[in-house]
């Protein structure tokens, strides 16, 4: 029998092939550990993450309709959960609009009752979660996020639209005369029916009263914009007024509501555009959704700058608020290229859901109803 004796050289290249299959496993469980512990990381940075989004868009929700108030709040309670790491929720990433209540948040959508926050940890804002094991294949750091969004109301602020102040230019003719005839049919005059006369401080239009309405011309416009984000109040100072106060001032000094607001954030009133472009009309148009809005017996001073923040001086003397839903547009007089801007169809709504106590104008926001994260 012959036996055959293995070579020097087999057992060689056997043990050669052996260390190369073990140094391939240990670095493939190697990449395993570094894929299980880094992961694992990651998802405990995102879970923090998850819950400083959802604390700071439930704050921000809170200070709707302020846009730059739930900015401010939102990066404030970033900040008080997580000082370590610098900026982890920015202010272009806090975004209000709209929760349709049915899963679809519109970004600047209005009426405006909820607000997104996106948290994040990553290289750009050098904050990246560090990596332990991954580091091995040059991967040393990763960028994590979360977000999450609040509404600050429910059916009822989605019928409340906050959206313009109005000149009461805007009730002269065809509406003047309209409003004239109602007045007389009741014993009364024009002045008696465009001001309050039964301490509620809204005007005493009867509710359903339909109005074809003039919303002025290039240069003296009668309808003002509030949505832009300076709005509503900023003046440097510790005050903090709600929109419910900015509704229910009065210049008569006085009167309780003439405390409400400080005279430094009425002139300039910051985030205030006059609307003096015929595109944006139908923008406006929202069909039985009420709004409510300060009327001015003196004129609204345009004091917008060139291409800076809109602003207005708005400390004229005012005849009250109305609420009113703006139906369509009536007709634009001299075409879409003249300085005669479009006529509304207006109706005038039921005050009393708005009103409190001591005829206080109240509103159904973030303060009154429920707060909720809805994503």
Not at 76 to 86: C, V
Not at 124 to 141: C, D, K, M, Q, Y
Not at 279 to 284: A, D, K, S, T
Request: net charge neutral.
């Amino acid at each position: 029998m012959v036996r055959v004796i293995p070579s020097k050289s087999r057992f060689s290249n056997e043990r050669g092939q052996s260390i190369v299959i073990v140094a391939v496993t240990l670095a493939g469980l190697l990449a395993v550990a570094a894929l299980a512990i880094d992961l694992g990381r990651l998802l405990q940075v995102r879970a923090q993450l998850q819950g400083f989004a959802d604390a700071s868009a439930l704050a921000a929700a809170q200070e709707l309709p302020s846009q730059v108030n739930a900015r401010l709040v939102a990066q404030q309670y970033a900040r008080r959960n997580d000082s370590l790491h610098g900026t982890i929720v920015a202010a272009n990433e806090v975004v209000v609009g709209n929760w349709d209540g049915l899963g679809k948040f519109t970004p600047n959508g209005a009426p405006i009752n909820a607000v997104r926050v996106v948290a994040r940890r990553v290289s750009e804002r050098n904050n990246p979660v560090l990596l332990s094991f991954a580091r091995v294949f040059g991967i040393g750091t990763s960028g994590v996020a979360a977000w999450a969004t609040a509404t600050s109301g429910g059916s009822a602020f989605a019928e409340t639209v906050t959206r313009f102040i109005v000149d009461e230019e805007m009730f002269k003719d065809p509406a003047k005369k309209k409003l004239e005839d109602l007045a007389k049919s009741m014993g009364k005059d024009y002045d008696w029916i465009m001001r309050d006369n039964n301490g509620d401080w809204f005007i005493d239009i009867p509710k359903g009263t339909k109005l074809k309405v003039p919303t002025g011309q290039t240069g003296d416009e009668a309808l003002f914009d509030i949505t832009h984000e300076a709005f509503p109040f900023t003046d440097g100072s510790n005050a903090k007024p709600t929109y419910a106060d900015f509704l229910n001032y009065n210049e008569d000094s006085n009167s309780w509501r003439y405390q409400l607001v400080s005279k430094g954030m009425l002139d300039p009133l910051l985030g205030v555009g006059r609307v003096s472009h015929n595109h944006l009309y139908p923008g406006f148009v929202n069909p039985g959704k009420c709004q409510i809005s300060p009327v001015y017996k003196s004129d609204v001073s345009n004091l917008n700058p060139q291409n800076g923040i809109p602003r207005v001086n708005a400390l004229g003397w005012r005849n009250g608020v109305l609420a009113f839903s703006l139906d369509s547009i009536a007709e634009d007089p001299d075409g879409v290229k003249g300085s005669v801007l479009p006529y509304v169809w207006i109706t005038v709504c039921d005050p009393a859901p708005y009103i409190g106590a001591g005829g206080r104008v109240t509103l159904p926001f973030a303060a009154e109803l429920p707060l909720r994260l809805v994503q």
